[in-house]
């Protein structure tokens, strides 16, 4: 099955400042690729997504890249703002079963 | 606004009792899931069902079990609970409609075994 990992599990940047977090997947079928953020005491929720014909996907702030030959992707943040302090997860879709397969979170924590 | 619920929202038990979580939606959606979420471990998928005859195991089923009571019901039951499934318990839902299915969360239910 898909087995996703990522890193950093803990991140401070400077307020203003970009933040990057990188996640590899190990399924070369896999063709959904996801981030979710969590704030304290919150649900997850979907921030973006990007789909396996794409390379880039942005929105305002916030991009994904994805590599599918080296079957890694990137959630980009920038000009890092406070709100922006929270989990954040990147995930696969399972190619075989079509469910999503989560990484490990990383704490972003930005510093005025 | 439609919407994912989780009861109870926080629960304490002790070693050995059996506990049932209960999720419910009202967007719709076939698919339901059950992941657990640990520090450092990230959200892994304890059990899913992709209509009310469909139950799949995930990545750690063992020590659980599920009902699809009903399209909008998916319940996870601990039948005797131990200290290692202390942890927050979220609920999730999606729409199979398309290849990519974006979850949505319920608000977790914090579990607690002592």
């Known amino acids: 099955g898909e087995n996703v990992e990522q890193h950093p599990s803990t991140l401070s940047v400077q307020e203003g400042d970009s933040a990057v977090i990188k996640c590899t997947y190990s399924?070369?079928?896999?063709?959904?690729f996801p981030w979710y953020k969590q704030e304290l005491g919150k649900r997850p929720q979907l921030i973006i997504d990007i789909r396996s014909n794409v390379g880039e996907k942005k929105d305002q702030r916030i991009a994904v890249t994805l590599n599918k030959t080296a079957k890694h992707f990137s959630l980009h943040i920038t000009e890092t703002q406070p709100e922006d302090s929270a989990v954040y997860f990147c995930a696969a879709r399972e190619s075989s079963a079509s469910k999503i397969i989560f990484g490990s979170g990383t704490r972003l924590s930005i510093r005025p | 606004d439609a919407d994912v619920t989780q009861t109870p929202r926080n629960r304490i038990t002790k070693t050995g009792k059996r506990i049932m979580l209960e999720c419910s939606q009202t967007?719709?959606?076939?698919?339901m899931y059950w992941y657990r979420q640990d520090p450092g471990l990230g959200l892994r998928l304890i059990y899913y069902s992709f209509d009310v005859k469909d139950i799949n195991k995930g990545e750690i089923s063992d020590g659980y079990s599920v009902s699809r009571q009903a399209q909008a019901k998916f319940s996870l039951s601990l039948e005797s609970a131990i200290p290692n499934q202390t942890a927050l318990y979220f609920c999730a839902t999606s729409d199979p409609g398309g290849s990519y299915n974006e979850q949505f969360f319920g608000p977790g239910t914090r579990l607690t075994v002592l």
């Open positions: 399924d070369s079928a896999s063709n959904y």
């Open positions: 967007k719709g959606h076939d698919r």
